[in-house]
């Protein structure tokens, strides 16, 4: 089982990005996390980060080839973009959406996502927690059997 995770604008400042609401762990500690995560779920994780929107279209489009999921943090473009919503409906593979801060704690805008509609759930709030949860939850989901029961 393998799985992609997608990072949007800015997260590559994790660490150096407003401490006080992201935390102080980069990227790569990130990315460290969903790697021994996967380990440990015997799955296989992948990590992609770029600041513009269509490259992260390209990469979903792209990845899905090889990936059975996804736990997307697509950052601002949660809040505003169509068409990362529109990529992950066409490439037809569940995904988990993750944000380290909790959006619904903060600003109006931040509470509307684009792609929570079509996720399997969302995971808001536990810092780079929020990065290993989501992978457990899109593996667990991925291995569910069609009446919702776990497979083993
Ligand atoms: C974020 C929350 C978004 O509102 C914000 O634009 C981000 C990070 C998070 O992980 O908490 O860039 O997705």
Do not use: C
């Amino acid at each position: 089982m393998r799985v992609a995770a997608v990072h949007g604008p800015n997260l590559n400042l994790l660490g150096r990005r407003e401490p006080d609401v992201y935390g102080h762990h980069t990227l790569a500690d990130v990315d460290a996390a969903l790697t021994e995560t996967a380990r440990g779920l015997e799955a296989e994780v992948e990590s992609f980060q770029s600041n513009h929107e269509g490259e992260l279209v390209d990469f979903i489009q792209q990845a899905a080839a090889r990936v059975d999921g996804f736990v997307v943090n697509a950052g601002a473009y949660t809040h505003t973009s169509i068409a990362l919503r529109d990529a992950l409906a066409a490439v037809a593979r569940p995904y988990v959406e993750v944000h380290i801060s909790n959006v619904f704690a903060r600003e109006r805008f931040r509470h509307r996502s684009y792609l929570a509609g079509n996720a399997v759930g969302v995971v808001s709030g536990f810092g780079v927690n929020s990065y290993r949860l989501g992978l457990r939850a899109i593996v667990e989901h991925l291995r569910a059997g069609e009446d919702g029961e776990r497979v083993r």
